[in-house]
């Protein structure tokens, strides 16, 4: 297993909910912020949410806000996505991802800031 393992992907019907989990092994993962990221076939990589590294400030996509909610419980070494009234066009491969930086103070919404990627967990939304 890599640092960070995603679960909770799954097949579901439209307006249904799933919550995803990232969990860490290394214990850095306190110091750093984290993300969600997806990939739909065919189509590039795109940021989902963010979180600091303590939890404090929070940031998502346009086509999620209000919909899905992105947490973290340092004393467990998680980070989780909460998705609620799933649509089709969610359906993605979801990855967590960690800040290449300690502390970071903006929450980046590209790839690049990250070093630290999960294998992946297939959500599929369906009509």
């Known amino acids: 297993q890599g640092e960070l393992v995603e679960s909770g992907g799954g097949l579901v019907q439209a307006g249904s909910s799933l919550r995803l989990s990232c969990t860490s092994s290394?214990?850095?993962?306190?110091?750093?912020?984290g993300a969600w990221f997806r990939q739909a076939p065919g189509k590039d990589r795109e940021f989902v949410a963010g979180i600091t590294w303590n939890g404090k400030e929070t940031l998502y996509t346009n086509s999620v806000q209000g919909r899905f909610e992105v947490s973290r419980e340092n004393d467990k070494n998680t980070m989780s996505l909460q998705m609620n009234s799933l649509r089709p066009e969610d359906t993605a491969v979801y990855y967590c991802a960690t800040d290449s930086r300690a502390f970071r103070a903006v929450l980046m919404s590209t790839g690049d800031y990250y070093n630290t990627w999960g294998q992946g967990t297939q959500v599929t939304v369906s009509l």
């Open positions: 290394r214990r850095t993962f306190v110091s750093v912020n």
